[in-house]
């Protein structure tokens, strides 16, 4: 029995347990592995609402844009945006503040203001042109906005929510914060912003002269609109730094669009029109082989809803005396 006994205990001694050392590193290591997996599915998320909120920008982009050239070609766009100051206030629309178009340096923090769009080739008369045009838009007051809240307070703008309801597909945007600014000169759309983590959009609080640094990196501050801004602030967006033409866009002359819906859709577009008699110039010609298009069917009722899309593409070639069509993905020449 004792030597049993004996054998009994030496074999226990044998299966020995975990030690605190080792409990202590498995928890270190076991710790590690739950910080990478969260820090990396919490850039996900992240990643995947700035992906949203950039898309629905867009889409409130659009819409707005669509109600506008609709108003125009209604002839209504001077009865809903009259310059009269009195139209102008907190229900209707604002004019965007001097320190949003001239730019300005606030706590070291660069506010970009507008951007003239000009090439670094550009001449000095040219410099001057651009900046007399952005000083004629400040003094006519034709660069304004419009803001939704998500608290729907008294600062919601009844023309905006009226101008792109009927463009939305999904209304439950609007229960969100949104700001859109218009170029009423070319009576077009420079911006819009979106968020869900704001309750409002403004320029400053109070008077301009107190804008600070806090102010600035404040979530419903819309002055900043770098990439790095927006995506702390979680401010989705889509617009120009310009004065209300999307930088690299230009109206054709003379455009035309075919579509055939017979056997099978097809779509034909591009820019025709004779130069003179009948002559299309070498600066003309050149415009055309490196123009590139982006190419969307939509909804008729609903621009927010598209069926089909292509972008940067090419609908010409280069040649020496003539242009001719290209098949899609032959040649797509740089923007």
């Known amino acids: 029995m004792k030597k049993y006994m004996r054998h009994l205990r030496r ?45 629905t ?4 982009y659009m819409a707005l ?20 100051d009195a139209h102008r206030g907190k229900d209707t629309y604002r004019t965007i503040p001097d320190i949003a178009i001239d730019g300005k340096t606030i706590g070291g923090i660069r506010v970009p203001g507008v951007d003239l769009g000009l090439p670094a080739t550009a001449t000095q ?27 729907k307070t008294d600062t919601d703008s009844k023309i905006f929510k009226d101008l792109i309801d009927p463009y939305l597909m999904d209304k439950g945007i609007m229960e969100y914060t949104l700001l859109a600014e218009v170029n009423l000169n070319n009576k077009t759309v420079r911006s819009v912003f979106y968020t869900e983590r704001a309750e409002k ?4 609080e109070g008077t301009e002269g107190t804008l600070d640094k806090t102010a600035l990196e404040a979530k419903w501050n819309v002055l ?9 602030k979680r401010q989705g967006y889509y617009g120009t730094l310009g004065t209300g033409v999307k930088e690299s866009v230009r109206e054709l002359d003379n455009a035309y669009v075919k579509v055939d819906n017979t056997d099978m859709l097809t779509v ?14 070498p600066e003309k010609r050149k415009i055309f082989a490196e123009t590139t298009y982006d190419v969307s069917i939509v909804n008729v009722n609903d ?30 020449p740089k923007k």
């Open 201 to 204: 959009f403004a320029y400053f």
């Open 224 to 232: 900043l609109r770098t990439k790095e801004s927006l995506d702390d």
């Open 65 to 84: 844009q669509t109600a506008l050239t609709d108003a125009k070609g209604r002839g209504e766009f001077e009865e809903i945006f009259s310059k009269d």
């Open 57 to 60: 920008a867009k889409v409130v």
């Open 125 to 151: 008369a040219e410099k001057d042109a651009a900046i007399a045009d952005l000083n004629k838009l400040k003094a006519d007051k034709d660069l304004v906005y419009m803001t939704l809240s998500s608290d």
């Open 268 to 281: 034909e577009w591009g820019e025709i029109g004779p130069v003179g008699n009948g002559v299309i110039t």
């Open 11 to 55: 074999k226990m001694k044998d299966h020995r347990g975990i030690t605190l050392l080792e409990v202590v590193i498995s928890t270190a290591i076991l710790g590690i592995i739950i910080g990478i997996v969260t820090i990396n599915v919490m850039r996900l998320v992240q990643q995947a609402y700035m992906t949203r909120a950039n898309d």
């Open 303 to 332: 621009a927010s809803k598209v069926y089909y899309k292509i972008e940067d593409i090419s609908a010409y070639k280069r040649g020496e005396s003539y242009l001719e069509p290209v098949e899609i993905g032959k040649e797509s």
